[in-house]
């Protein structure tokens, strides 16, 4: 999270172009949504399983991250790909999540709300299971990428005067429902119903494909996507030795400080 944010703040500074970050975790680890109560978490059980914790600087509900791809997509607020509401970018970036689980012969599709077709009584129920659902995976937003109706790419994105910056979460394997296991719920019985929900909305490549595929193939997947969809001419590089000074400031001042994991 500190390295998103470096890159953010170096964007904006003009320092580094628009960039596309591909990387995983290790160990584990359970991330929160910047609004989401850290009573959401079961600390007892996190720390059981060895598992760290961060609260990320953009919205949304729990995810645990492991066997999974994460990609960052950070630039200035006026490159074209980026601008307009917080939806029209996400349907942008969109086109190129969908391209590169294309490339990995999936059919997969950009869910679409049709919330003008729900009725009040579906929407207030609706509501109430977010309001009350720890779990991100577990409900699609607008142009998130889906595949036979369940959830398969979750994202979130935050805009600060620097730029835009939007991650999100490929699971490509393991049991779904184990980031169950470090939140709390009321009883035993909201848990597993908390996990066959997931089960039922959600799913990983390795159980689409019925098979496990490198973690390279996916890296080379979603660089030629990005490629292609959003026409970036993307070059690998390091981080620069200003964002790597600042990733160490703010995981001393910020990501690894209680006073931002705990606040909510």
Not at 96 to 118: G, P, R, T
Request: hydrophobic fraction near 40%; glycine fraction near 6%; charged fraction near 25%.
């Amino acid at each position: 999270m500190a390295v998103d944010e470096a890159i953010l703040e170096a964007v904006g500074r003009g320092d580094v172009p628009a960039t596309l970050r591909l990387y995983a975790w290790e160990p584990a680890c359970l991330s929160i949504g910047y609004a989401q109560s850290t009573s959401d978490v079961d600390l007892e059980a996190l720390e059981d399983y060895g598992w760290d914790l961060v609260r990320r600087p953009t919205g949304g509900r729990a995810i645990l991250h492991a066997n999974e791809l994460t990609y960052a997509v950070i630039g200035p607020k006026n490159d074209p790909r980026l601008t307009g509401s917080v939806v029209d970018s996400y349907h942008k970036i969109s086109r190129a999540l969908l391209h590169a689980i294309k490339l990995l012969e999936v059919n997969a599709d950009a869910f679409e709300k049709q919330v003008l077709e729900l009725k009040e009584s579906d929407q207030q129920s609706a509501q109430i299971r977010k309001t009350q659902n720890p779990v991100c995976f577990e409900v699609p937003s607008n142009y998130e990428i889906t595949v036979g109706g369940k959830k398969l790419i979750g994202s979130a994105q935050a805009r600060r005067k620097e730029g835009v910056l939007q991650h999100g979460s490929l699971p490509l394997g393991g049991d779904l429902t184990r980031v169950t296991r470090v939140l709390d719920f009321p009883d035993q019985d909201a848990q597993s119903d908390a996990a066959a929900r997931l089960l039922d909305r959600a799913a990983t490549m390795e159980h689409i494909l019925g098979y496990e595929t490198p973690w390279e193939s996916f890296v080379q997947a979603f660089t030629t996507a990005f490629g292609d969809a959003l026409q970036l001419n993307l070059q690998e590089s390091d981080l620069t030795q200003t964002e790597l000074d600042r990733v160490i400031e703010l995981i001393r001042e910020k990501y690894s400080h209680p006073s931002w994991t705990y606040r909510v």
